[in-house]
């Protein structure tokens, strides 16, 4: 079952919530729900904008997810049991 609540918020948050709601297809009752859903379950909130890299960094990080589906374990790092090792590792000559 559905129900109505009301809510005070100031109109400007209201109309800027929408307009990116929108932006990203969904409707602002859906933001609101979901947002009231996870904070039943966790029982806390987090606010937080999502990371968008700038156009360099998206396409080394493309490159990146390339190398990893075609298995190229060369372009990363091993797992190491030290940081002895790992200094020795990102120093050594490749």
Same mark, same amino acid.
């Given at each position: 079952?559905? &129900?109505? #609540? $009301?809510?005070?918020?100031? &109109?400007?948050? @209201?109309?800027?919530? @929408?307009?990116?709601?929108?932006? #990203?297809?969904?409707?602002? $009752?859906?933001?609101? +729900?979901?947002?009231?859903? @996870? ?5 806390? #909130? ?7 890299? +700038?156009? !360099? &960094? /998206?396409? #080394?990080?493309?490159? /990146?997810? !390339?190398?990893?589906? *075609?298995? !190229?374990? *060369?372009?990363? $790092?091993?797992?190491?049991? $030290?940081?002895?090792?790992?200094? /020795?590792?990102?120093? /050594?000559?490749?």
């Amino acid at each position: 079952m559905k &129900t109505v #609540i $009301s809510v005070k918020v100031d &109109t400007d948050v @209201r109309d800027k919530a @929408r307009k990116l709601a929108k932006k #990203i297809g969904l409707p602002l $009752s859906t933001v609101v +729900n979901s947002q009231l859903k @996870r904070f039943v379950t966790d029982q806390r #909130i987090e606010f937080a904008v999502p990371l968008i890299p +700038n156009a !360099r &960094t /998206a396409k #080394i990080l493309r490159q /990146a997810e !390339r190398d990893w589906k *075609e298995g !190229r374990k *060369e372009k990363f $790092s091993p797992v190491f049991t $030290s940081a002895k090792d790992a200094v /020795a590792w990102l120093t /050594a000559e490749k």
